[in-house]
């Protein structure tokens, strides 16, 4: 199907398919899309062993690592929905997607991007109260508390979403051509397909940006600033130490994870406007960094984690020599 043959009027209604052309510029389509690839099976498989260490191990099921675990599961989910549409487009080679999986993938998208936002929330509630009143932290922070902040943090993300989709009433937008020209199906690519003015559909998606980033993002400052205060002050350089330890973990990845929103937001407050390709390059940053980068810190630089990591291949290493010797 030719360019100008998608350039026809459609409706809300009768959009079937999205086209996505994002990529289409480039010139090395294909060493892009195997990139993407490795990097989402790194993701997945990073993330995976995460999730089964903790679940494997009962030593582990205390209040930090179950908020890993969480972390865990919200970055499979955030990286899925645009990885998958990503190298499809790249090396399959398949331009187009559904209007429902678009939608449903945008959904996914964002509320992983919510939750996760939310669950590094929760990550530095829990080392600020571990390292401030350590005495009074299995008493304060249960598994059963833990449990129950994690579901609602998910419950938060689903209404949010919730109310951006009732806000943005996909199926009544009109559609003048069904062509996304971002990487993958987020909202404000959505937005911009169709034939509206876009500004007031970004009214309550940029409440909820500044809710995130103006209000979760201080909230994390803030609770580091107290950890580092009250690590200052330990007289033992020991405990120091390995409360600094503990904390860089935590943020290397809440910079990850905000550094390319804040880049983005700060660039358009003084007037670097981002071309296209610029905007869908830092978007692909924000969309796999983090998630990238989340597991491999909680797996080598956690004490607990590295040691059983470190067993399970030992394991793994003597059965198979001894099968070797069988055979």
Do not use: K, Q
């Given at each position: 199907m030719s360019f100008s043959e998608l350039l026809v009027n459609f409706t809300g209604k009768n959009v079937e398919e999205f086209t996505i052309t994002g990529f289409d510029h480039l010139s090395h389509q294909k060493l892009l899309g195997f990139l993407i690839f490795i990097t989402y099976f790194l993701v997945l498989l990073g993330s995976g062993i995460n999730i089964c260490i903790i679940a494997t191990d009962r030593r582990l099921h205390t209040p930090m690592y179950l908020l890993i675990c969480n972390l865990a599961v919200v970055d499979i989910m955030f990286t899925t929905s645009p990885s998958t549409t990503m190298i499809s487009v790249l090396l399959a080679e398949v331009k187009t997607i559904s209007y429902y999986s678009c939608i449903s993938r945008m959904y996914i998208y964002h509320l992983g991007d919510i939750t996760g936002c939310l669950a590094l929330s929760?990550?530095?509630?829990?080392?600020?109260?571990?390292i401030s009143t350590p005495l009074r932290y299995h008493s304060?922070?249960?598994?059963?508390?833990?449990?129950?902040?994690?579901?609602?943090?998910?419950?938060?993300?689903?209404?949010?979403?919730?109310?951006?989709?009732?806000?943005?009433?996909?199926?009544?937008?009109p559609y003048c051509q069904p062509i996304i020209r971002y990487v993958f199906c987020d909202y404000p690519a959505l937005i911009r397909a169709a034939c509206v003015n876009p500004e007031p559909y970004f009214l309550f998606p940029t409440i909820l940006s500044l809710w995130l980033l103006a209000g979760q993002f201080p909230l994390i400052l803030l609770s580091y600033v107290k950890i580092i205060y009250t690590l200052l002050r330990l007289p033992n350089s020991e405990s120091r130490a390995q409360g600094f330890n503990t904390?860089?973990?935590?943020?290397?990845?809440?910079?990850?994870f905000f550094a390319p929103k804040l880049v983005s937001v700060l660039l358009t407050r003084i007037g670097v406007r981002l071309n296209l390709t610029e905007r869908n390059a830092l978007l692909i940053i924000a969309t796999l960094l983090p998630s990238l980068i989340n597991p491999t810190v909680y797996c080598l630089k956690t004490k607990e984690m590295r040691k059983r990591l470190v067993q399970i291949l030992s394991r793994k290493k003597i059965t198979v020599s001894r099968k070797c010797q069988k055979g």
């Open positions: 929760l990550m530095a509630l829990d080392r600020t109260i571990a304060i922070l249960t598994n059963p508390r833990i449990f129950v902040l994690i579901i609602a943090s998910w419950f938060i993300g689903i209404m949010c979403l919730g109310f951006e989709l009732a806000w943005a009433d996909f199926d009544s937008l904390c860089i973990c935590h943020i290397i990845v809440v910079s990850c």
